[in-house]
């Protein structure tokens, strides 16, 4: 049955009737929304809207933000990339910020939206802009999370997930009244009944154009493919257990949706149906109580302790509670002090959503015994058939860095006690985390060969503008930093031999001098390997754990940083499987992006800048004046396939696209049994 745009948008119209409010908005519209949990998103927006733009703020993120690329290892690459990411990344960011800072806006929104999606069209998860007066301070949701299913035909269909209304009513059980209610006459009362429905269109349009139009600006991922799958509903291991990922259309960052409506072809039904739901805007966590447009800006908007760098070696440092550094409530990894991060470097993905906290539905989460080992966001398990053992790992980070690292050794260890001969690892949404931790688990898998000592991960790269190279001078001729806390300190580092360099080595001179794209460039020499001995809690096993052969990489393609790191270096070097999970038929999916090969931010540079005593350069990023964060790449792999060229524009194509039937659908013990049966029996 197809429907005309007219039948189909006066059909809309009748699904609304009872959902429709009486506007009683405030002459503050902030006032509006002030100190209650839920609200319609257009009163969010009618409050971000009425706060104007203030030149000095604007003119204040701008300089920062350039200033602060001067260190990201991307910015000249990103202006057209190379291929296979040509058609996805071509963004001049530098040029971009030159427009917005001449464009005038209606507020302080209207330039929020601009800034942080002109960052986003780098596809770069480490490259990101995050306000947090704006970015998930209220979160739009709906309770129809969807997911892409195939057909028992072969046929792909976008369905509203088995597991909605469950979701839903443990999520949002003070809202599913306002949804119920909310329904066309007949379904009134029956969103439960919604659950599983095909979802033949969405807003009048073929499921895939939405689709397609969220991939074009929710950033993160270079591959298109990747940026489609998080439009649907997926899961993770966290810290906190076991998480539900509601996917980019029952879950946005910003209020800009106030309602979908579909066109549904109900489980056990014959006609389609048409049904409109609201959005709902859900406050913060992180949102400091506030009475009016003022409060708000006073309480929310403003920087905050962590939010700029800090001398290290100062009287005035102060110790920022790794939960309430700005940047920790949008890192996808369990947050870690910026002193552990100094102490152990990172690779993670930023995203302007926090790391979810909904509840996997009790009835997907594994019922399989936690071997021993699991800790936090790693959970090993044995399957039933009693030789396949599962590292079902959420992150690459924890709040003990060695404990960390020796319960992955345990965990394998535990695995092959019990009889485990083979092994699936599903990094599903696994934004990464500690470096050495990557590192460290390719050689415990593999065992001690000439692709994992001493180098299990890739050689790196820095960018070397004029302030960097300034950093590393004042630390050579003042010994600014005997307690080795800074990034630029030559003692940090080995080159390309895995020789360590010396206290007063310049080890970024002579600059490698480039033109990329066009733009001259510079970066440091090749940099070796940085997690032998000291980053390791051991030597290892002397021998490998698993044969590569038998182990596979899992995952829905949304494997970030040091997830890549991990998953590059088994594929390519050691021949290990990879399955992504879910994705559109027919459409290549890349089982990991964003490689990078260590993250930062604007706080850490800033750190780096105060303690070298150079905040006053003209070349250093002034303080933020907001609670904001930039994101970068501070240092880039070189390839596997291509030494001389990042791994970064390198192609990952899956071995194999699994397609997600209705019993695999979140369902992480189905997916992990039915990998085993196809590429491990």
Known sequence: MVFSPKVFAALASLSLVGAVTLDTRAPDPCAAIAGKKWVAPKDVRACYSSIKVDPTLKANIIDVVNKTLAFHTSTNYQIKAPPPFTADVHEDVVASLAR???????????????????????????????????????????????????????????????????????????????????????????????????????????????????????????????????????????????????????QQALPLSDQATLLIQRVGHILPEIVTLPYRSRIGSAIKPFTDAASYLTNNCRAVAGTNGEDVYGFSTASVDPEDRPIAKFQQQTPISAQTERKHPVDVILDTSPLSDVVLPPILVPSLPAAPGSRAAAQFYLLKDG??????????????????????????????????????????????????????????????????????????????????????????????????????????????????????????????????????????????????????????????????????????????????????TMSKHEGVKTVVVGGKKGSKQQYCGIVGGQSTDFSTIDTEIKTTHLKNHTLAPPDLLVNGVQGITWRLGFGITDPSQPEEWQDHPADVNLPVTKDLVNHPVAIWETVTRRFLA
């Open 100 to 250: 917005i800072k001449r464009q005038s806006y209606k507020s302080d929104y209207d330039l929020h939206i601009d800034l942080s999606r002109t960052l986003k069209r780098l596809n770069d998860g480490h490259c990101v802009w995050i306000n947090r007066c704006f970015d998930s301070a209220f979160v739009n949701y709906l309770p129809i999370p969807l997911a892409l299913v195939t057909e028992s035909d072969g046929s792909q269909n976008v369905h509203i997930a088995p597991e909605a209304f469950t979701v839903a009513s443990a999520e949002f059980p003070d809202q599913i009244k306002f949804w119920q209610d909310s329904l066309p006459f007949t379904l009134r009362g029956k969103l439960e009944s919604l659950s599983g429905a095909k979802v033949l269109l969405i807003d009048g349009r073929p499921p895939f154009d939405a689709v397609n139009e969220n991939a074009q600006i929710a950033g993160s991922y270079q591959a298109f493919t990747t940026r489609q799958n998080g439009f649907f509903s997926s899961y993770q291991t966290a810290a906190a257990g076991w998480t539900y990922i509601m996917g980019n259309f029952a």
């Open 387 to 568: 030789k396949t053992g599962v590292l079902a790992l959420g992150s690459f980070s924890d709040s003990d860095y060695f404990a960390f690292l020796n319960s992955l050794l345990e965990g394998l260890i535990s695995l092959k006690a019990q009889g485990a001969t083979q092994l699936v690892i599903d990094v599903t949404n696994n934004g990464g985390g500690f470096i050495c931790a990557a590192h460290w688990l390719h050689r415990i898998i593999i065992g001690p060969k000439s692709t994992t000592v001493p180098q299990a991960g890739l050689d790196t790269e820095a960018r070397n503008g004029p302030l960097a190279q300034l950093i590393v001078k004042q630390i050579i001729n003042f010994g600014l930093d005997p307690d080795l806390q800074l990034l630029y300190n030559p003692l940090q580092w080995n080159d390309a031999n895995n020789q360590q360099f010396s206290a007063n080595e310049d080890w970024l001179q002579p600059p490698v001098k480039k033109i990329i794209n066009g733009h001259r460039d510079a970066f440091s020499q090749r940099l070796g390997q940085e997690c032998q001995p000291s980053g390791f809690p051991s030597e290892g096993p002397a021998t490998g754990l698993f044969d590569p052969k038998k182990v596979v990489i899992v995952s829905n393609g949304r494997c970030a940083s040091s997830c890549s790191l991990l998953s590059i």
